[in-house]
């Protein structure tokens, strides 16, 4: 299993960007799919980003398509989430996650064994 720490949350203007970072600890980090999900207030938590063991398979919300980037880099065991273009509906905690099973990258929470704490993204409108 792996442990998970974001960081890179703040807040920003709507339009603007920011990166999130996933650091892991813990063996095997290319044994597993890495992800980004968000839950805003009074809000369910929702899938955003899936990555797989290469980078080579990524897979996005509908509405973050084209404005959102998942990256991962298996040398520094970290995931990265490039957030451009943002808008005020993405404020939320965002949270990393680690999945052995690769069910993720269908957008689903089923087979995650490792979260991140969360770090919090605001955009101002």
């Known amino acids: 299993q792996v442990q998970l720490v974001e960081s890179g949350g703040g807040l920003v203007q709507a339009g603007g960007s920011l990166r999130l970072s996933c650091a892991a600890s813990?063996?095997?980090?290319?044994?597993?799919?890495m992800g980004w999900f968000r839950q805003a207030p009074g809000k369910e938590r929702e899938f955003v980003a899936a990555?797989?063991?290469?980078?080579?398979?990524?897979y996005y919300q509908d509405s973050v398509k084209g404005r959102f980037t998942i990256s991962r880099d298996n040398a520094k065991n970290t995931v990265y989430l490039q957030m451009n273009s943002l808008k005020p509906e993405d404020t939320a905690v965002y949270y990393c996650?680690?999945?052995?099973?690769?069910?993720?990258?269908?957008?689903?929470?089923?087979?995650?064994?490792?979260w991140g704490q969360g770090t919090q993204v605001t955009v101002s409108s």
């Open positions: 996650a680690a999945d052995p099973t690769y069910s993720i990258l269908s957008g689903s929470y089923y087979g995650i064994g490792s």
């Open positions: 813990g063996r095997n980090f290319r044994n597993y799919a």
């Open positions: 990555i797989n063991w290469s980078g080579g398979i990524t």
